[in-house]
């Protein structure tokens, strides 16, 4: 897994944000269109530390500097669009500014959420912070809000939490899930895997069918309400930290 490095040339900087190939950003450089705090750069080779106030500081063509490598966003992901580079249809990355297909590194999205899953969905362009997130040595937990076909039974909280569920095809049962029951017909449930369709998949073993999905909590943090279906913002430190607890020093309790 690479490392993101924490200095860059200036105009590898450009290029790998996307703002054009080297000569091109060389180009806008020498004509001083890339100002920092106020004043233009004129050496493309000067390397530039990768603060996480770059952006602020920074202005090309007048506008502040697209968000440097390292970055983490949440996007509120609409039904009916695919966590893919790939596949043919509306994908999550069109939701984001067109230059950012061009960064290199690319964003990814932490795991996936189903084409007809709607919510909290992060994306990063980091391979170490998204390896921390998905494992399952880190405990994150999902919580999914589930709108279901038919009147719940009573005793799905209990098969869910038993670790022993085992779905079609599988050779290991699932790990506890907790379920909340919301009403009659939906309920809220967290888990702390991400099998392939995972909560439709638990819903069928248990005779119901999921008909709305939508996800509003990783870790614990929440999707903001008012952030609308198709909008991104990007994380904080402190966001970060409700997904991913910073690890306790060796020896503490
Ligand atoms: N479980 C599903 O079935 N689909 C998702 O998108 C996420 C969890």
């Known amino acids: 897994m690479s490392k993101l ?48 106030d770059l952006a602020d500081r920074m202005r090309v063509a007048g506008k502040p500097l697209d968000p440097p490598p390292g970055v983490a966003l949440m996007l509120h992901k609409p039904l009916g669009v695919t966590c893919s580079h790939k596949e043919t249809g509306p994908l999550v990355y069109d939701l984001l500014p067109e230059r950012w297909r061009r ?18 969905l992060l994306m990063t362009d980091d391979g170490g912070l998204l390896h921390r ?53 939906s309920a809220a449930v967290t888990l702390m895997e991400g099998r392939y369709h995972q909560v439709r998949r638990m819903f069928a073993a248990v005779g119901n069918h999921v008909l709305l999905l939508h996800r509003d909590r990783v870790g614990d943090l929440d999707l903001p309400v008012d952030l609308a279906p198709g909008q991104y913002r990007i994380l904080s430190e402190a966001d970060l930290a409700l997904v991913l607890p910073p690890a306790k020093p060796v020896g503490a309790a």
């Open 5 to 52: 490095p924490t200095t860059l040339r200036l105009d590898r900087l450009l290029a790998n944000l996307g703002y054009g190939s080297r000569r091109e950003v060389q180009g806008l450089v020498k004509a001083g269109r890339v100002t920092l705090d106020g004043t233009a750069l004129s050496d493309p080779d000067q390397r530039l530390s990768l603060a996480p």
């Open 103 to 120: 960064r290199d590194p690319a964003l990814s999205t932490v795991g996936r959420l189903d084409k007809e899953t709607s919510g909290l």
């Open 133 to 185: 997130i998905i494992s399952p040595r880190s405990h994150v937990s999902k919580r999914y809000h589930v709108t279901l076909d038919r009147p719940l039974k009573g005793d799905e909280a209990t098969i869910f939490a038993s670790g022993a569920l085992m779905l079609d095809g599988e050779e290991k049962p699932l790990l506890p899930v907790a379920m909340e029951t919301v009403s009659e017909t």
